[in-house]
């Protein structure tokens, strides 16, 4: 049975019973239909899975946790030494909430229109249709191969190993990094319900935690802190000393945008969120507000606090050393303990949002054995979509030095995306040429809409910018992380050319998609060859 979006609207709203009505008042309207996303309709796309248990405070607290990770206790070093300058830092802090939050606008719209999860996934599919599933399985290559979150397991271990104020080896770290990623995985698989209630318990101590800095902040700021001579001694001349090159702005611009990531958090779970487009109409821009206001006034308490060079050479433990340099040296082990706990929930986070996004893509038949990635079984959660995630996260933790492992990650993480990103936006202006009819419950002004594609094409360009001596942050060379990011995503289109185009030439067949049914209701597309 078809659907028009309307219709859909009011189904997966909770508002049943005001579905005739609502269906007989439209009736003299001329039916638009959704449009079309991926292999599988509306009915078979959302059926399945742990169902819709995710009310306003979750999905909040699904954004907040995600976004307050590990970014805004570690980056600050990284950007402060790419900048050259507070206030340029400050400035690029700024124009990261203006894009995350023109960015969110842009995914309001297109979340809204299909309510569905997926996130980029799904709207892709919506604009680039033609070549048949050349963008999904572009997408998928790049989200397994490079949605990990070793990043927070890293940060983890080294707050940890900080806190118990001994020295540990490399592969020391490795192996509590390792333990992290593998508890939360058991977690979401085993006990998936406490699982969301653990994401809620720390996103409310992450907000804590980081009222705690900027009050003390403040209090800094009052010249009460005797510790600290001079609290406004950064903001003197603070432009003074910063680059010239704009490799360095790009490259600490991916590391503002990473710790504003998680502001389209809700959109890759929209199947298990209570009346949709309500609450991600309440919950995202309110997620991302909390989070914005706070980064903001944290940096101002980092800087008090702190000159620009002590800051830049605190390396991912910059919020430690703020409390070292207030409180003593035991009040920094005791913020090391709480912000590899922000960590932890960062991971847990990401976990629980990527594991749905590799159950989606698996349900579009684009990755090998679908039916055994998109399962549920046994416990009702997306346990297999779970390993998916935890293979190349253990893989990334063991193989990259943990030396550069923290900033050459978050920048690898964020090339790709910015391609991505841009891609999305394209197709926000194509659908809106193409299908003008579609029912929009949320519309972006056009100019934040260019702002964020802007943006990206920015971050897409910039790296490859030789930056002064040729050294970016990291010992590895400067361009290497938007080169690997461009593989990957070339990488997917060479899959889908011999998927789709080279083997079925060979081997003289077509595919064909049958869906299947799984036995916890969720439907699958798996491509069988057609010999005619």
Same mark, same amino acid.
């Given at each position: ?17 005001? &579905?005739?009505? !609502?269906?007989?008042?439209? !009736? ?33 607290? @699904? ?33 990261? %909430? ?5 960015? @969110? ?103 804590? %935690? ?84 706070? &980064? ?22 910059? !919020? ?85 492992? &923290? ?40 100019? =934040? !809409? ?9 971050? =897409? ?39 789709? =185009?080279?083997?079925?030439? @060979?081997?003289? &067949? ?23």
């Amino acid at each position: 049975m078809a659907y028009t979006q309307k219709d859909a609207d009011f189904r997966i709203s909770g508002h049943e019973p005001e &579905y005739a009505a !609502a269906a007989e008042k439209h !009736a003299a309207e001329p039916d638009v239909p959704a449009p079309r996303v991926g292999e599988l309709n509306f009915d078979e796309y959302t059926q399945g899975g742990l169902g819709r248990h995710l009310g306003v405070f979750s999905t909040i607290f @699904l954004i907040v946790g995600r976004i307050i990770g590990t970014g805004i206790f570690s980056t600050p070093s990284s950007i402060t030494s790419s900048t050259g300058s507070v206030g340029a830092a400050l400035l690029l802090w700024v124009l990261g %909430l203006l894009l995350a939050g023109s960015g @969110l606008a842009v995914w309001l719209e297109l979340g809204c229109m299909i309510p569905r999860s997926g996130g980029e996934k799904v709207y892709l599919e919506a604009a680039y249709r033609r070549p048949r599933l050349l963008i999904t399985v572009v997408f998928a290559v790049q989200a397994v191969a490079l949605g990990f979150t070793a990043s927070g397991c890293i940060v983890f271990a080294s707050n940890m190993v900080l806190a118990s104020g001994k020295t540990a080896s490399e592969w020391e770290k490795r192996g509590i990094a390792i333990a992290v990623i593998s508890f939360i995985t058991l977690i979401h698989i085993l006990l998936p319900n406490w699982g969301v209630r653990g994401m809620n318990a720390i996103g409310v101590m992450k907000v804590v %935690l980081l009222l705690f800095i900027v009050v003390t902040g403040w209090v800094v700021l009052s010249g009460s802190v005797h510790s600290v001579q001079d609290p406004y001694a950064s903001f003197h001349n603070a432009f003074a000393g910063s680059a010239t090159s704009s490799n360095l702005y790009a490259t600490a611009l991916f590391k503002v945008l990473n710790s504003f990531a998680g502001w389209s958090n809700a959109a890759y779970v929209l199947n298990e969120i209570r009346d949709p487009v309500r609450t991600l109409k309440i919950a995202a821009p309110t997620g991302l507000a909390i989070c914005g206001v706070l &980064y903001m006034l944290a940096n101002v308490a980092y800087y008090a606090a702190a000159t620009p060079e002590e800051i830049a050479s605190s390396g991912v433990t910059v !919020a430690s050393y703020f409390m070292e340099k207030v409180f003593g040296t035991a009040a920094s082990r005791a913020l090391s303990v709480l912000v590899a706990l922000s960590a932890f929930g960062n991971v847990m986070t990401v976990t629980f949002a990527q594991a749905r996004v590799n159950q989606e893509l698996a349900k579009e038949g684009v990755i090998p054995f679908p039916t055994f990635w998109a399962s549920s079984w046994p416990f009702g959660s997306p346990s297999a979509g779970l390993l998916l995630h935890f293979i190349p996260s253990l893989i990334v933790i063991v193989a990259i030095p943990f030396g550069d492992a &923290y900033n050459f990650i978050l920048d690898l993480e964020g090339y790709p995306g910015s391609i991505i990103n841009f891609l999305v936006v394209a197709g926000l202006f194509y659908l809106r040429w193409s299908e003008p009819h579609l029912h929009r419950p949320f519309r972006v002004w056009w100019p =934040v !809409a260019v702002f964020f594609m802007a943006g990206q094409a920015f971050q =897409v360009v910039a790296p490859f910018i030789r930056p002064p001596g040729g050294k970016g942050d990291t010992s590895l060379p400067y361009w290497l992380y938007p080169v690997v990011g461009i593989v990957v995503l070339v990488a997917g289109v060479v899959y889908w050319g011999i998927w789709q =185009v080279v083997l079925p030439k @060979l081997g003289g &067949y077509r595919l064909v998609p049958e869906h299947v049914v799984l036995k916890d209701g969720t439907t699958v597309a798996v491509y069988k060859q057609r010999h005619d």
